[in-house]
């Protein structure tokens, strides 16, 4: 009975040890660097805005974050890295519209949206319908009239299935009634030296890659996708004015980490995300990244998420008809 009683108390002492760590772990997180997985190029959008805001939440946290790009597989190679990652919050994903599009337009994916918790989102982001400055289309109407006379049918640059980029050109070409072939690119960046040079007959483009080609005369911009005219480039339409309504649509950048993480260290990231958004520095850098400060925190932005997604169902619905 002794030897019983002594194994129970050597038992109990164990689980109260382990507890104990447990805890003190998540309340002293993070002891160490931070690691933000960006699923597309280095130097696009997405690089650019997440090390904006990563800036300040690495000096709200008091530790490094190191932003590391994993392209390829239309963001799907970072999404299953980081749901396979610890969940310790030291491995975290950055997110946008992939993570709600992958899965209505994919099958067999090695990962899904279960597989994450929300953090926060940071920013938003227009995107640009551009040609190269070779092309006789100076509006979107009258590309429209280029592409249905096109013989065979005129191909577009493609940064990435599942984009809000592609979808508003999958979207683009089913209202205008016209034929286009997709050209698929491992992100934003590596697209632009063949719309310069007239091999693409068009894509569009996030802002931060968009608007420098733009402004230095290297690409015509014939409409802002956003739902209203960028102060960047004011005498660029929009989407709708230019006669497609339905093709408006707006990037966004959030955070997620893997399911099991636990909720302090989530509402700690969430914390540091807010707080850092917050700074003029971060909306400073957000914007001269060619987005916008949008924070949301978890609760709000799984609000917006659940009504993101229902938008875009309809809108799959529709290009896979």
């Excluded at 920013?123 to 070779?134: A, E, N």
């Excluded at 960047?232 to 989407?239: A, F, K, R």
């Amino acid at each position: 009975m002794q030897q019983k009683t002594l194994a129970r108390l050597m038992t109990a002492l164990c689980l109260g040890l382990c507890l104990a760590f447990t805890a003190q772990a998540q309340s002293t997180y993070p002891s160490k660097p931070i690691r933000v997985i960006v699923p597309y190029a280095a130097g696009g959008v997405v690089d650019v805005q997440t090390r904006a805001l990563t800036i300040g939440m690495a000096k709200e946290l008091g530790q490094a974050i190191v932003v590391e790009a994993k392209p390829g597989a239309n963001a799907n190679i970072a999404a299953e890295y980081v749901a396979r990652a610890p969940a310790d919050g030291y491995t975290v994903l950055i997110s946008s519209p992939f993570f709600i599009n992958n899965p209505l337009l994919e099958s067999n994916l090695r990962w899904a949206s279960s597989d994450f918790l929300p953090v926060g989102r940071f920013s938003m982001s227009p995107s640009y319908f551009v040609v190269p400055m070779s092309s006789p289309a100076k509006t979107v109407m009258e590309y429209v009239e280029l592409a249905k006379k096109a013989k065979p049918a005129l191909q577009y640059a493609d940064g990435g299935q599942g984009s809000t980029q592609t979808m508003a050109n999958e979207m683009f070409r089913h209202v205008a009634g016209i034929a286009l072939e997709s050209v698929p690119y491992k992100g934003a960046p590596p697209t632009i030296p063949d719309l310069i040079n007239g091999m693409m007959s068009m894509a569009i483009t996030p802002s931060s890659v968009a608007v420098p080609q733009i402004k230095a005369g290297k690409l015509r911009a014939l409409a802002n996708i956003n739902s209203r005219r960028s102060a960047d480039l004011p005498d660029v339409p929009t989407i709708a004015e230019a006669g497609f309504p339905e093709v408006t649509a707006v990037s966004w950048y959030g955070m997620h980490v893997p399911a099991g993480t636990p909720p302090d260290t989530v509402r700690k990231l969430e914390a540091a995300m807010k707080a850092a958004a917050a700074t003029n520095e971060v909306k400073e850098r957000l914007v001269n990244a060619g987005g916008e400060e949008a924070f949301l925190g978890q609760a709000d932005f799984v609000a917006f998420i659940k009504a993101d997604s229902s938008r875009w169902e309809k809108v799959v619905k529709i290009i896979k008809k």
